[in-house]
């Protein structure tokens, strides 16, 4: 077969981001096609590195988180206290005051973002939800 192989990609604008603000944290629409709409995923921390990464998961599998959901605004938002305050106290952050973007990178074989929080930009307000 010609294209045997090869693999369907999905061409999206943008780089996939993660933004973290006081209204909780936010995966942009490219995370959410890089993740292939996934109905549930795996959340990971690394404290000692500051990564966090999602990983696309079966329903049954144990800790699947909740992810995308059809709605008609493609993106992810996690309102978490827990998740915000984890973030906040790992990385110094204030979140009532500032918000930060991640960029994300992803790992096709393990349909896997991972998001190294080191390298977050502080967002002006205009770019907070």
């Known amino acids: 077969m010609l294209l045997e192989g090869f693999k369907v990609i999905s061409l999206v604008s943008g780089l996939p981001s993660l933004s973290v603000t006081k209204n909780g944290a936010a995966f942009n629409k490219a995370s959410v096609i890089k993740m292939e709409y996934a109905d ?25 988180t909740p ?42 074989d393990e349909c896997a973002l991972i998001f190294d929080l080191k390298d977050a930009t502080q967002m002006n307000e205009a770019e907070e939800d």
């Open 40 to 64: 549930k995923v795996l959340l990971m921390i690394n404290e000692k590195d500051k990564l966090i990464a999602i990983q696309k998961c079966e329903d049954q599998t144990p800790n699947a």
């Open 67 to 108: 992810f995308y959901k059809e709605q008609k605004n493609v993106m992810v938002r996690w309102n978490n206290s827990d998740l915000l305050a984890t973030l906040e106290k790992m990385m110094g952050w204030d979140v009532k005051r500032n918000g930060y973007k991640i960029t994300g990178e992803f790992f096709s």
